[in-house]
């Protein structure tokens, strides 16, 4: 069974220590704060991208070099006969279409799975990757699990400022200024390839209720009977 490498994204949450002690590779997603260009984890960490959020900084985002991200494959080509891609959901970015496309210049060595998560669920992909490759099994097979289970999973959140729900044009800017007077929290979910709204509560306790009791209502309906991983 020929060496099988796995890369994901740091929109998986995974940091590039953390990648080192799981012996996998981690694309940095470049960002820009009030104009001034940053990679997650590498130059700026994550506790300091929260700090500059809370202060209302100008914060953009931007994808991988194709560059960057073909050298990277090139490299663990080296070592390895085969790689597994997982970046975050092509409904966020477009950084998976252009992976997907980039891959088909390595001849089927560079797997690249659009299975529609981000963040924990993202990372969630990566540890049953690895898992799956652990028991010797082909890339094309776990990207065939991987793609099948695609929709086994949500992610409920939710927002202290509308400020870049407006900027991002998922609500208008009048809709933000109401909301912000009358404290509105919005309840958002990932359950597939994008960010929808779910809800549409007043305050903190109330967005956590109604998350709380989504999950309580995906256990025991969706994914009734099946073993489940809860992250927080």
Request: glycine content about 6%.
């Amino acid at each position: 069974m020929g060496k099988i490498a796995i890369v994901t994204d740091s929109n998986s949450g995974i940091t590039q220590e953390e990648a080192k002690e799981l012996g996998i590779r981690v694309v940095p997603m470049p960002f820009y704060i009030n104009g001034e260009l940053y990679y997650e984890d590498i130059t700026l960490t994550q506790d300091e991208f929260y700090e500059k959020l809370e202060t209302g900084a100008d914060i953009s985002t931007s994808q991988p070099s194709p560059g960057d991200v073909m050298e990277l494959w090139e490299e663990l080509l080296e070592e390895y006969d085969e790689v597994i891609h997982i970046p975050m959901s092509s409904g966020l970015s477009s950084s998976c279409e252009n992976a997907i496309m980039l891959a088909r210049e390595f001849e089927g060595k560079v797997h690249v799975v659009d299975n529609q998560r981000i963040s924990v669920t993202q990372r969630q992909s990566v540890e049953d990757a690895m898992m799956m490759r652990d028991k010797g099994m082909s890339g094309e097979k776990i990207v065939d699990v991987l793609m099948r289970e695609k929709l086994e999973s949500s992610i409920y959140i939710t927002v202290d400022t509308l400020k870049y729900l407006k900027k991002g044009g998922r609500i208008t800017p009048a809709a933000a200024a109401i909301g912000t007077v009358l404290n509105l929290k919005p309840v958002l979910q990932i359950q597939g390839e994008k960010l929808d709204a779910f809800a549409k509560v007043r305050g903190w306790k109330a967005a956590k209720k109604t998350m709380l009791d989504a999950i309580d209502k995906d256990i025991h309906s969706r994914f009734a009977g099946e073993k489940v991983h809860l992250e927080a």
